[in-house]
C-alpha cells in the first residue's frame, strides 16, 4: 500500500498569512493526487485534483504543485473559512490512502 | 445539482452488521464509481471501498477486507455497504462520495453529509 505523509500536522496562522502544506507518499503516484478540506459535521471538499487542478468554485488563493512522490497545497492568504483540517489523498492504485491531516488553526 | 445521502447507521454490538446506503441523484449514476470513506473519532480520513461503474470491480481497504461488501444497483441510483463481523475500531462517520471522473480511481467531487456507525456493547 501508498502510505501518504502530511506535514506539518498542525499550524497556527493569522487571517492573511500564506501557509503551505505538504504531502509525500512511499511510492510515485504520478499526477494522481487530490487535496481536500474537511471542518467538523461537514462533508469533506475537494480543493485540488490531480496535484494543480483547481476544482469549480474554489477560491484562486488555493493551488496545489508536484509529482511523483512531493506535493504541496498552499493557501496565498488565509480567509478565516479556511480554518479547517486539509488531507491529501492518492487515486493511483487501491487501496487509496489519505495522508493523516494537517490543522489549520488560528493564531 | 449533484446529491449524495447516506443513510442506515446507528448502534450495534461488537460481532453484528450493519447495511449503509447512499442516494444520488443529479447526474448519470452509471457513469461513475462511487466510493466508501470513514473518520474515526478523534481521527483523520480513512478510505474504505470503491466499486466501478457497473458493480464488476470492487477495491476494499485491507482494514474491513473479507468483512464489507461495497454493491451498487444502477435502477435506484444507490450504492451500498454491507458491513459484518463489526469491531469497536470501525465506529466513525460514513461518507459516500461520487468519483470526479468517469475511470475507476479518480478523486472524489461530491460527498454526502455522512452516517454514524457506533460498534459498542
Known amino acids: 500500500d501508498i502510505q501518504m505523509t502530511q506535514s506539518p500536522s498542525s499550524v497556527s496562522a493569522s487571517v492573511g498569512d500564506r501557509v503551505t502544506i505538504t504531502c509525500r507518499a512511499s511510492q510515485d503516484v504520478s499526477y494522481k493526487l487530490a487535496w481536500y478540506q474537511h471542518k467538523p459535521g461537514k462533508a469533506p471538499k475537494v480543493l485540488i485534483y490531480e496535484a494543480s487542478t483547481l476544482q469549480t468554485g474554489v477560491p484562486l488563493r488555493f493551488s496545489g504543485s508536484g509529482s511523483g512522490t512531493d506535493f504541496s497545497l498552499t493557501i496565498s492568504s488565509l480567509q478565516p473559512e479556511d480554518f479547517a483540517t486539509y488531507y491529501c489523498k492518492q487515486a493511483k492504485s487501491f487501496p487509496h490512502t489519505f495522508g493523516q491531516g494537517t490543522r489549520l488553526e488560528i493564531k | ?121
Open chain 2, 1 to 121: 445539482q449533484v446529491q449524495v445521502v447516506e443513510s442506515g447507521g446507528g448502534v450495534v454490538q461488537p460481532g453484528g452488521s450493519l447495511r449503509l446506503s447512499c442516494a444520488a441523484s443529479g447526474f448519470t449514476f452509471n457513469n461513475f464509481g462511487m466510493q466508501w470513506v470513514r473518520q474515526v473519532p478523534g481521527k483523520g480520513l480513512e478510505w474504505v471501498a470503491v466499486v466501478s461503474q457497473y458493480g464488476s470491480l470492487q477495491h476494499y481497504a485491507d482494514s474491513v477486507k473479507g468483512r464489507f461488501t461495497i454493491s451498487r444497483d444502477n435502477s435506484k441510483n444507490t450504492v451500498s455497504l454491507q458491513m459484518n463481523s463489526l469491531r469497536a475500531d470501525d465506529t466513525g462517520v460514513y461518507y459516500c462520495a461520487k468519483e470526479g471522473t468517469e475511470h475507476i480511481s479518480s478523486y472524489l467531487d461530491y460527498w454526502g453529509q455522512g452516517t454514524l456507525v457506533t460498534v459498542s456493547s
